[in-house]
């Protein structure tokens, strides 16, 4: 069957096709030549500082401040999400200060499944932004793209849980449950047998992976071939969202490889997100669609906006590395030596570790609300006008 949706194909629009390309898809692929010419030793080492400074810092941490522009910088976007934006932070602090207070791995652990969940519904997010982009005719389809967006990203993240043998972790060590460990623990005889079993079903459950996207992909070209709408944006973003978590966390296995290519294609589609609906809104709201595209202006504001950004983020993991953990201080006090020691109370490590988190915790928190159309009238205005 099929149903034909109810807006305006021809002013349905996310970004450029040069856009997507150059800022959303591009950059993942690059990534990917990075990994494949990258000699398998230095692929085992970790992390170097420049690296750590230029994506964690630059722009994993970045785009969580970026979130700033789309709520609190914004007096209309502040007035119609008020009570989230404040009663975010201080839940945010409460929940985690306990957490802290109990056990620091905890912390990190229900820390690190909020960024999985806050990961995977982005990519998502996209998708349905790709369909609404579409406004050609939507399909009946037995493998549907939510299904397979979510699959695409959440049998690596499975793997990762069940192998117990992987060079990295999402935040600290442990952070994720390991089960491999749980399930082939060494207290017993049939440690050696189980472990066989369980890497034999992952390899062929690896098979299984690419052989579900396959036969999405097949149906998505059998159906095109009956509407004359292959809606490419949308394929090579599923298959890119696929390829990338499966090479990161599966095939690689390495923290550079994984962090370069989670991080890049978390960090940048969202921040491109966030600038464009700031401009577009801004173009909407001085009823400026007649006026000619003003590239130099917009260039400058979100160069501002980088600035801003990466200069919240700079401070962010200063006071991090200052108050707790030590590990940048050759980078940090290139800018400002350390004016105080490092916490060494349990309590006021655990008041320093919830503060910190207030900004990524509230990111997560908040972007769950402030893209849904029903309560931001101007979601759907930025993205179908």
């Not at 305006?8 to 959303?24: E, G, M, R, V």
């Not at 990762?160 to 935040?171: D, E, I, P, V």
């Not at 079993?197 to 098979?207: E, G, H, I, P």
Request: with cysteine; net charge positive.
């Amino acid at each position: 069957m099929e149903k034909r949706a109810s807006f305006n194909a021809s002013k349905i629009w996310l970004f450029s096709k040069q856009i997507d390309l150059a800022l959303l898809l591009a950059p993942v692929w690059g990534c990917w030549l990075v990994c494949f010419a990258m000699p398998a030793e230095l692929l085992q080492k970790d992390l170097p500082l420049w690296f750590w400074a230029i994506f964690i810092l630059g722009i994993d941490v970045s785009h969580v401040w970026s979130t700033i522009f789309r709520t609190y910088l914004d007096k209309e976007e502040y007035a119609q999400h008020k009570t989230l934006l404040t009663y975010a932070p201080l839940i945010g602090f409460v929940a985690f200060f306990a957490l802290a207070n109990i056990s620091h791995l905890w912390f990190w652990r229900v820390l690190a499944y909020m960024a999985l969940y806050h990961f995977v519904k982005q990519q998502y997010g996209f998708l349905a932004l790709y369909n609404l982009k579409s406004g050609k005719i939507l399909h009946k389809k037995i493998l549907k793209d939510k299904w397979i967006i979510y699959f695409g990203m959440l049998y690596p993240v499975a793997y990762w849980h069940l192998s117990g043998n992987r060079a990295f972790s999402w935040f600290v060590q442990n952070d994720f449950i390991d089960f491999g460990s749980i399930l082939g623990g060494d207290l017993t005889i049939y440690t050696q047998e189980a472990s066989q079993l369980l890497n034999q079903f992952l390899a062929v459950s690896n098979y299984l992976y690419w052989l579900v996207l396959l036969l999405w992909l097949l149906e998505e070209w059998h159906l095109s071939q009956r509407s004359g709408n292959f809606q490419k944006g949308k394929v090579l973003w599923v298959l890119t969202t696929a390829v990338n978590w499966y090479l990161g966390i599966v095939y690689f296995n390495s923290d550079i490889a994984f962090s370069l290519t989670n991080v890049v294609a978390h960090g940048i589609p969202y921040m491109v997100l966030v600038f464009f609906y700031v401009e577009k809104k801004k173009q909407l709201k001085n009823s400026s669609k007649s006026v000619s595209f003003n590239l130099a202006k917009r260039s400058w504001n979100i160069a501002l906006m980088l600035v801003l950004i990466l200069f919240l983020a700079f401070g962010e993991e200063y006071l991090w590395d200052m108050l707790l953990y030590r590990e940048k201080q050759n980078l940090f006090e290139i800018v400002a030596a350390y004016p105080m020691q490092a916490a060494k109370s349990p309590f006021f490590q655990a008041i320093v570790l919830a503060l910190l988190s207030i900004p990524q915790v509230s990111h997560y928190i908040i972007d769950g609300y402030i893209w849904k159309g029903k309560k931001n009238p101007f979601v759907k205005r930025v993205f179908t006008e």
